[in-house]
């Protein structure tokens, strides 16, 4: 008999461990890696969800060794997501089920984020595994900017967690010239676990409580439940008066999973991101210029940025953080070829004579670099500088167009690098302004930067060239400009809105007090847009045009 209780002891205990194990066949997870596999034949249908109670949720699943062999099964980083889910869908209320069905009908959309997801997905996992959080968390950044590390909102939100800088420097992430930390991978992706962790607590354990404030702010909700509490009506995330934006945040991360819990069912496709490191976080030191590490690394300046959004401009940040996301693959070889460079090859230097007329504020637009990084180069206390002095400054190895996702490179990315019509060149006058030369041409400030792949407060120079592109004929050797025509002997200009005399005397290469003259004008009477102007004679030739 005691035989048989300890058979029988035996048989239950390995039913039980049976139940414990993923209803699918470990086959489907087991495919070769050289043909990626897709995610409907790895992630399960899950078409009984879990019904926790949403008001008190608690992360107790126990989490897997990376050493085990359940570890392993995991090929694809979304299943390992999709497996773990913890947080109940609500697939009954209808502001779930609608943007479900709007996510279900944007595939090209589902992978567009895929592929941007893809450097930093099993971070984000991994971390929120060390720190017990749910896995659904991973699919926060979708709705929250489409997983892209540029994103930014109207309201100054930035990257991929969409910190605003007052929230973003609560939570220990540096901005400044240099170095925006809401876009740091690594940095805001703490900052926003450590956020959203305090909200779980704040709200008493509720994920869609402190969803809703990662959102909307914690007051906003937290008046919300006092309100409903006062009115004696239920303080759940759907029964609050919240933000509209708010009403369809959460519903927009339940959809999501659920579309991710149950691809099939949607007929849609995850396509699959390989579970492992994609990046290793490798130390530089001191500041280094991004094209230099994205030679030692093999990497396109696209790659470099893409790990390293955080970075504004054409280098690290002098003041740290002191280092660089670098693919796995790539790491070893990066860092063995930093170890050799001289200090030299990590920036390059120029020297600046001061000339009459110079302070620092110009000086550091001229160079793409920062008052503070001036001083500092060269010890200086203060802002007072003397013509004549000469100034070390840090500068980048290569032209500016070429550190392609910078901050001032993604301003004028979607904008035409070239025009239609002809192409002109502008030689620049002592004096001019871009808001000047935009005027003249009828161009805009920020299409004349995107031309010429410069910033708006660049200095121009006397002598130097700029691009243009002009929608103009040419007239025997003469080029017409907007709103001015030829008659017989003379050269006519028809006033536009905001021109002035000067404007208009320097734009034809003429003076004030000719104009005056030949049209009897007096200076102290403005001019009306739909005014002819008498600009020169058949001798005078129009330049700079």
């Known amino acids: 008999m005691l035989k048989l209780r300890i058979l029988l002891f035996m048989v239950i205990g390995s039913l039980a461990a049976c139940t414990s194990l993923p209803s699918q066949d470990n086959a489907s997870r087991t495919e070769s890696a050289e043909a990626p596999l897709k995610p409907e034949s790895i992630v399960r249908d899950k078409h009984e969800t879990t019904h926790t109670d949403p008001a008190n949720i608690a992360v107790t699943t126990e989490k897997l060794s990376h050493d085990s062999p359940e570890y392993a099964k995991y090929e694809d980083v979304w299943l390992r997501i999709s497996d773990q889910f913890v947080i ?50 991973a699919l926060l950044p979708i709705v929250e900017s489409a997983y892209h590390p540029f994103a930014y909102s109207r309201s100054h939100a930035s990257g991929i967690w969409q910190f605003i800088p007052g929230t973003g420097r609560n939570y220990g992430l540096k901005q400044n010239w240099w170095y925006d930390g809401r876009r740091d991978i690594v940095a805001a992706t703490d900052a926003a676990l450590d956020y959203l962790e305090k909200l779980h607590k704040e709200f008493n354990g509720n994920w869609l409580h402190a969803l809703a404030a990662y959102n909307t702010g914690e007051r906003n909700v937290a008046r919300a439940i006092t309100r409903n509490k006062r009115a004696g009506k239920p303080t759940d995330f759907w029964s609050l008066r919240l933000p509209r934006e708010t009403r369809g945040y959460v519903p927009s991360l339940l959809a999501v999973s659920e579309l991710l819990a149950n691809p099939k069912k949607h007929n849609v496709v995850w396509n699959s991101i390989v579970n492992t490191p994609f990046f290793s976080i490798v130390p530089v030191e001191k500041q280094i210029d991004l094209a230099t590490a994205a030679s030692l690394a093999e990497l396109s300046m696209d790659e470099i940025y893409t790990l390293n959004p955080a970075f504004n401009r054409w280098a690290t940040d002098p003041q740290g953080p002191h280092h660089l996301l670098i693919p796995v693959e790539k790491s070893d070889k990066f860092s063995n070829a930093l170890a050799g460079l001289s200090e030299n090859e990590r920036i390059s230097w120029k020297r600046h004579i001061i000339k009459k007329g110079e302070n620092l504020g110009l000086i550091s637009r001229k160079y793409h670099t920062s008052v503070a990084i001036l001083r500092e180069s060269n010890k200086l206390k203060g802002n007072l500088i003397r013509e004549g002095q000469s100034l070390l400054i840090p500068s980048a190895r290569l032209p500016m167009t070429h550190y392609t996702l910078s901050m001032d490179s993604r301003r004028f990315r979607g904008l035409k690098k070239s025009g239609d019509g002809k192409s002109h060149i502008y030689t620049i006058r002592r004096g001019d302004t871009l808001w000047d030369i935009g005027k003249q041409y009828g161009v805009s400030i920020k299409q004349l930067c995107a031309w010429n792949g410069i910033q708006a407060r660049s200095v121009l120079r006397p002598g130097k060239k700029l691009n243009l592109w002009l929608a103009v004929e040419e007239k025997n050797t003469t080029k017409a400009l907007p709103a001015s025509f030829e008659r017989a002997n003379e050269l006519r200009y028809t006033v536009k809105k905001g021109d002035s005399l000067w404007l208009i005397a320097r734009r034809f290469n003429t003076n004030v007090k000719k104009l005056t003259s030949l049209n009897n004008l007096q200076v102290s009477r403005p001019l009306k847009p739909g005014q002819t102007l008498i600009i020169k004679s058949s001798k005078t030739q129009a330049t700079g045009v």
């Open 88 to 137: 109940d869908r609500e697939l009954d209320r209808s502001s779930v089920k609608a943007r479900l069905k709007w996510y279900a009908k944007h595939q090209a959309y589902i992978d567009r984020v895929v592929e941007r997801a893809r450097p930093y997905l099993f971070h984000i996992v991994e971390t929120l595994e060390q720190r017990n959080m749910p896995l659904e968390l």
